[in-house]
Structures are given as structure tokens and as C-alpha cells.
């Protein structure tokens, strides 16, 4: 379930769910009795920081860039604008006259902006870059758009590809991440939203020197100021 009703809100959780029995990133769960006549469990958890729907921040990519807890709370949450490409050719670049048209009159100073298109494959697998990835790509025009834009975030479902080649991913993040901007990778369940402005968070865990965290990430559909 995806889906929830909150009051006057609607939740969708945009997370990829985690299967330790399943996933091929690093994730091993230690669930232990500490003893006692009362039951006390708790649980060690071996994982990668790039695991499931995860935020990257520059310390991901720059040695001396910020890592989760160098940056404020506010750069995890926010307004979000959504928008899913249709009318690109596979294997295209989203460059800047593409999100002019999409979405030049929508984005605001400080918004997360989450990118889709209909060529969906899931990210990081053994399909990835081979004959059947059709998605969209994006490059270092695409990361000045959003730096003139002062974005805070990008974030990616299974349409857009981050990782088709050097010469693509590395201005990406060179542009993007030395302005601050975080990247949400391996979002889920877009098509559940029913808006393409909402209110969004996805707050990693404040642990001094991550340069990425998984994250439960969920969109709120309904908040005044946030649509």
C-alpha cells in the first residue's frame, strides 16, 4: 500500500521497499535478545549508504563537500514540482528548452524538482545501459538549469537514467552538488500522484561524515502553502 488518507491529506509514499532476502546492494540485518526475564530485542544493521530510495549529498562526490549532517534540515524538505516527459525521443537529454517548456513557470527558488519519463526501467541493474534502457538522459546543460533555477534537490524515478556515461554523470554532479544540490535516486510510485505540487520529505538520518542515506521519502497532497 502506497496510498494513504490523512484528514483533508493525501500520503504517497514514494519509497522503494527493502528486502534484505532480495537486494543486491549491500544490507544484512543481526536481530539479537539482549536477555533478561523481559524480551529486548534489537538489531544490527550492516548496510551501504546508497541503499533503496536514497538522498546523495556532495560529500558523495567532492572529499571536502557536505555530508548529511553539514546541511540544514530544510534542504530535505519542501515544495515539490513533478513532471514525467512524454513527447522525448529514448535516450534523449533533458536540456534546458525541455524543462523551460515542462516546467520554467512553475519552479520556485528552494524547490525539489522530481523527473520521470514513460521509458521506465528500474535503476542500477543488468539491464541497465543495455538494448532495453530507453530512458532520458541528463548532463551538464540539464544541471545548469537547475543551479540558475536554485533548486535544492533533483530527484529521479525509474524514467531517467544518472548513470549512462562519464561524460554525462560527471558535470552533472560537478554543477549540481557543488551548489548544494542533493539528488533523491530510485523514487517509486509517481503515477500514484494525483498532483504535480506537493509538500515532500525525505530526512536521512543525522549521522556525522554519511555522504548518502536511505530515506522514507512521501509526498502530502493537500497543504495550502505546498500546492
Known sequence: ???????????????????????????????????????????????????????????????????????????????????????????????????????????????????DSIYKLPPFTPETNGPNDKRLFVNGETAQWFVDHEVKCVGFGDGVSIENCNEDVKPFHDICMEKNITFLEVVKNLDELSTDTFFISFAPMYIKGLDSCPVRVYAIEGLKDFS
Not at 488518507?5 to 532480495?22: E, F, H, M, N
Not at 533503496?52 to 549532517?69: I, L, Q, R
Open 1 to 115: 500500500m502506497s496510498v494513504y488518507q490523512l484528514g483533508g491529506l493525501r500520503i504517497v509514499d514514494l519509497s522503494k521497499l527493502v528486502d534484505p532476502a532480495t537486494e543486491t546492494r549491500r544490507c544484512k540485518l543481526d536481530r539479537f535478545n539482549t536477555g533478561g526475564p523481559i524480551p529486548d530485542f534489537h538489531t544490527n544493521v550492516d548496510i551501504m549508504t546508497h541503499l533503496g530510495t536514497h538522498c546523495e549529498c556532495p560529500y558523495h562526490h567532492f572529499e571536502d563537500g557536505a555530508d548529511v549532517s553539514a546541511l540544514p534540515i530544510t534542504s530535505f524538505i519542501g515544495r515539490c514540482i513533478y513532471y514525467e516527459f512524454k513527447d522525448l525521443e529514448p535516450n534523449s537529454h533533458i536540456s534546458a528548452a525541455d524543462l523551460d517548456k515542462a516546467i520554467g513557470s512553475k519552479v520556485k527558488k528552494g524547490d525539489v524538482v522530481m523527473l
